[in-house]
């Protein structure tokens, strides 16, 4: 289901045990963490205090690709932005990680990902990487 919260409420009201039966797909919950993404890169180079052309500008698109996915005439770049420690990148890596939670097989497995995963998304110094997280 989307996350509009007419439908939430709509379903409350009408599906009988409708509170354990919602479920949020993938699609609607990344659209959501690429715009945080996407605001978190925006904001940046005032945070640097960059004047003229700033690092990330025109970068935007990257941002979005998966780290399986980002477009072969660009990668050395999107390799070079992610390790510049920027919250950009910081931003970019929680989203991916979040990734991991649509292959949990069980509710309880899934609650202690993501309880492990919204800890390190707020504690996590900048420019520490996401890889073997978890495993």
Not at 12 to 38: E, S
Not at 55 to 62: H, I, P
Not at 90 to 108: D, G, M, N, P
Request: glycine share 10%; charged share 25%; no cysteine.
């Amino acid at each position: 289901m989307a996350l509009w919260e007419p439908y939430r409420l709509s379903t409350q009201a009408h599906v009988p045990g409708a509170a354990g039966k919602i479920a949020h797909d993938p699609f609607h919950l990344v659209r959501y963490m690429n715009a945080a993404v996407n605001e978190v890169r925006k904001a940046e180079p005032r945070a640097w205090g960059e004047r003229g052309q700033p690092v990330l500008a025109g970068t935007k698109q990257l941002w979005r690709y998966g780290y399986e996915h980002p477009p072969a005439s660009r990668a050395a770049d999107f390799e070079r932005l992610k390790g510049m420690k920027r919250q950009t990148s910081r931003a970019w890596a929680i989203k991916e990680l979040f990734r991991e939670f649509w292959e949990r097989e069980t509710v309880r497995e899934a609650g202690g990902f993501f309880g492990r995963w919204y800890d390190w998304a707020i504690r996590l110094p900048v420019g520490r990487q996401a890889a073997g997280w978890g495993r």
